[in-house]
Nanobody, 123 residues
Framework: QVQLVESGGGLVQAGGSLRLSCAASGLTFSNYAMGWFRQAPGKEREFVGHCNWSGGNLYYVDSVKGRFTISRDNAKSTVYLQMNSLKPEDTAVYYC????????????????WGQGTQVTVSS
């Protein structure tokens, strides 16, 4: 049974930082590209960024470029999302997702999803 479990969310002031983690189990982690998505209240799920199996092929939505960084540790079956210079508009539930082989920006292309972790940025 595949599980993706996000952690690290919370309440932070604008300008602050958080690091989200997504621990995977039940799959051969190094075979999977990983994506991060977010969903704010009343909005559709939005692509944040992705990486390939080795942590390369990094790509981010324009609104987070230069502030967010994805990395992964295949030995720990974990992917991270480092979020710096947070803004109130970053407030959302953040999800990690796994896709076999190559990364995509479309949510429908991902095979497995975590349950999400709430990030709230106060102004």
């Amino acid at each position: 049974q595949v599980q993706l479990v996000e952690s690290g969310g919370g309440l932070v002031q604008a300008g602050g930082s958080l690091r989200l983690s997504c621990a995977a189990s039940g799959l051969t982690f190094s075979n999977y590209a990983m994506g991060w998505f977010r969903q704010a209240p009343g909005k559709e799920r939005e692509f944040v960024g992705h990486c390939n199996w080795s942590g390369g092929n990094l790509y981010y939505v324009d609104s987070v470029k230069g502030r967010f960084t994805i990395s992964r540790d295949n030995a720990k079956s974990t992917v991270y999302l480092q979020m710096n210079s947070l803004k109130p508009e970053d407030t959302a539930v953040y999800y990690c997702a796994a896709r076999l082989f190559s990364p995509r920006i479309e949510a429908r292309e991902y095979n497995y999803w975590g349950q999400g972790t709430q990030v709230t940025v106060s102004s």
